[in-house]
């Protein structure tokens, strides 16, 4: 059997096979879901397949002569959302910190613990219909994951980018704690004054609170760096809707 993947899955395929043509051997017992997976590429990565030309599920048993193709994910990628839900709900594992606190910026639900295992991430993206984002291969294995990704680049930026890239999430920026993932409400600049410094309470505009931890957000000479990511995510999102 050949197995012909698409360019973007070649990544997860071992360095010494990383071809875009594999040939395996097969008895024709096994499932098209299971050859793909014993490849390296994670099923949540794998988009339309087809054995000699016609659409196939991961159920599917090919033939030992078949022809397989894999190709990516579509990108935007749909993700099932329940009544009044205008974006995906993210869960991310313990090392995509810092990619966290950048997707509550632009004002993603995402939930993120820095202690949590794999089982206890499952179980949170299941029962919250939250979409598992990672770089850990055997999470997106686990069978029982409704919904998985994994997050292509080293870098926050280019995580980000891939995210939004992927998903086209519509983004409600400045309107989540980036600590704790709680929505802001508006808060008047009056109201929590005496607590600013003088400096801060000069140069800043206060723009909400907290409403889970209580947090106080303002944005000032602070807001550039910030004030640019979530100029750069709007336009990324803009871009991959157009292209949809
Ligand atoms: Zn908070």
Redesign the pocket.
């Known amino acids: 059997m050949t197995i012909r993947v698409a360019d973007e899955l070649l990544m997860f395929l071992p360095a010494a096979r990383r071809e875009r043509v594999s040939r395996v051997p097969s008895d024709g017992t096994s499932t098209l879901g299971h050859l793909v997976e014993s490849l390296g590429v994670p099923l949540p990565e794998a988009g339309p397949m087809t054995v000699g030309g016609e659409p196939a599920g991961p159920s599917t048993r090919p033939d030992a002569g078949a022809e397989v193709r894999v190709a990516a994910v579509p990108r935007p990628q749909p993700v099932p959302l329940e009544p009044g839900q205008v974006a995906p709900r993210f869960v991310l594992d313990v090392h995509l910190g810092t990619l966290s606190r950048r997707m509550r910026l632009v004002g993603l639900d995402t939930a993120y613990h820095n202690d949590m295992d794999d089982p206890a991430l499952v179980v949170q993206a299941n029962e919250e219909r939250r979409v598992l984002l990672t770089q850990d291969r055997g999470l997106l294995r686990r069978r029982a994951l409704w919904f998985g990704a994994y997050v292509r680049g080293s870098r926050p930026d280019d995580q980000l980018r891939d995210v939004l890239d992927r998903f086209a999430p519509v983004l409600r920026p400045w309107t989540r704690?980036t600590?704790?993932?709680?929505e802001l409400v508006p808060v008047d600049k009056r109201e929590i004054e005496r607590d600013l410094e003088a400096g801060t309470r000069r140069s800043y505009d206060v723009y909400g609170r907290?409403?889970?931890?209580?947090?106080v957000y303002w944005r000032g000479a602070h807001g550039g760096h910030l004030e640019k990511i979530v100029h750069e995510a709007t336009r990324l999102v803009e871009a991959a809707t157009v292209a949809k």
């Not at 600590?179 to 709680?182: D, E, L, R, T, V």
């Open positions: 704690c600590a704790c993932n709680g907290c409403a889970g931890c209580g947090q």
